[in-house]
C-alpha cells in the first residue's frame, strides 16, 4: 500500500495564478484531510470530507476550495493564488469505524507552495 | 479556549542521552491524546496514543504519560539516536465537534553525535 500520495511535491506561483493539489489514498478511508503547516504553527484544518460526496470547511477556508472526487481522492484548488497561501499542505486520511487505529489520521508527504 | 501548549520549542542533545518532552493542554471535553513524529519534509506519524484511562504507553524507545487531571502528558526517548532527529506534535481530540483535534506547534528535538 502508497497509504497517502501527494502531487506535486513542490510548486512555485505567481500571485492571481490557480492550481490544483491532488491528493490520494489507498487504505478505503472515508474521511480525508486537508492541512497547512506554517513555521511556529500548528497544522491547521483547511477542509475536511468525513464521506464521500461530503465536504465541509475547517478552521481556514477562504482562499480555498476542495472536491471529493471519489472515496480514493480528495483535491485542493487555490482559485487566485496570494503570498499569504505560502505554506505546506497536507493531505490525511482516516477511518472513523475503525476501533484498532482510533481514528489516526495517515499523513501524506506534503506539498511546499511558494507563492510569489 | 481549547490549545495545546509545548516544550521546549527546540532541544539539542547528544547522541544515546534522554530526553523529555512536555505537552499541556486546555482541551475539553477530552476524548484521546496522540503523539506524532515528523521528519524533515515527511508528514506526521503516530507513535502513541493515550485515552483518558491510560497514563503511560511505550512503543519501543518512546514512552508517553498522560495525567489527565492536571491535563499534562510527557514523550520520554530514551537513548536516543540521531533517528530520533524530528519535530514531536502532540494532538489532544474532544468528544464532541466535527472539527475536534487540536494541535500542538511542535518541539523540534536535534540528536547531534
Known amino acids: 500500500n502508497a497509504g497517502v500520495t501527494q502531487t506535486p511535491k513542490f510548486q512555485v506561483l505567481k500571485t492571481g495564478q490557480s492550481m490544483t493539489l491532488q491528493c490520494a489514498q489507498d487504505m478505503n478511508h472515508n474521511s480525508m484531510y486537508w492541512y497547512r503547516q506554517d513555521p511556529g504553527m500548528g497544522l491547521r484544518l483547511i477542509y475536511y470530507?468525513?464521506?464521500?460526496?461530503?465536504?465541509d470547511k475547517g478552521e481556514v477556508p477562504n482562499g480555498y476550495n476542495v472536491s471529493r472526487l471519489n472515496k480514493r481522492e480528495f483535491s485542493l484548488r487555490l482559485e487566485s493564488a496570494a503570498p499569504s497561501q505560502t505554506s505546506v499542505y497536507f493531505c490525511?486520511?482516516?477511518?472513523?469505524?475503525?476501533?484498532?487505529?482510533?481514528?489516526?489520521?495517515?499523513f501524506g508527504p506534503g506539498t511546499r507552495l511558494t507563492v510569489l | 479556549k481549547n490549545q495545546v501548549e509545548q516544550s521546549p520549542q527546540s532541544l539539542i542533545i547528544l547522541e544515546g542521552k534522554n530526553c523529555t518532552l512536555q505537552c499541556n493542554y486546555t482541551v475539553s471535553p477530552f476524548s484521546n491524546l496522540r503523539w506524532y513524529k515528523q521528519d524533515t519534509g515527511r508528514g506526521p506519524v503516530s507513535l502513541t496514543i493515550m485515552t483518558f484511562s491510560e497514563n503511560t504507553k511505550s512503543n519501543g524507545r518512546y514512552t508517553a504519560t498522560l495525567d489527565a487531571d492536571t491535563k499534562q502528558s510527557s514523550l520520554h526517548i530514551t537513548a536516543s539516536q540521531l533517528s530520533d532527529s524530528a519535530s514531536y506534535i502532540c494532538v489532544v481530540r474532544t468528544q464532541t465537534g466535527a472539527n475536534n483535534l487540536f494541535f500542538g506547534t511542535g518541539t523540534r528535538l536535534t540528536v547531534i553525535p
Open positions: 490525511a486520511s482516516s477511518n472513523v469505524r475503525d476501533r484498532r487505529t482510533k481514528n489516526e489520521q495517515f
Open positions: 470530507s468525513a464521506s464521500e460526496g461530503t465536504t
